[in-house]
């Protein structure tokens, strides 16, 4: 996928091989979990570093590979 800020419910769909409706509801607790941290969000987005370092565990300011 290439180098987006933020992912779609389609992308996460595709990136993580969930149904749509499932990729939604992804997204609407990360933004919570987001939202309570004092960040901004957008409603159906996701910013890509933050669902990487959530889903996969990785550290948000290395890259991976």
Known sequence: MENKRFYTATDV???LNVSL???YKLIRRLNAEQEAKG???IKGRISS???MARIYGLDEDKEVG
């Open 21 to 23: 409706s499932y990729a």
């Open 39 to 41: 960040l901004v969000t």
């Open 49 to 51: 570093k933050y669902l």
């Open 13 to 15: 769909k595709e990136l």
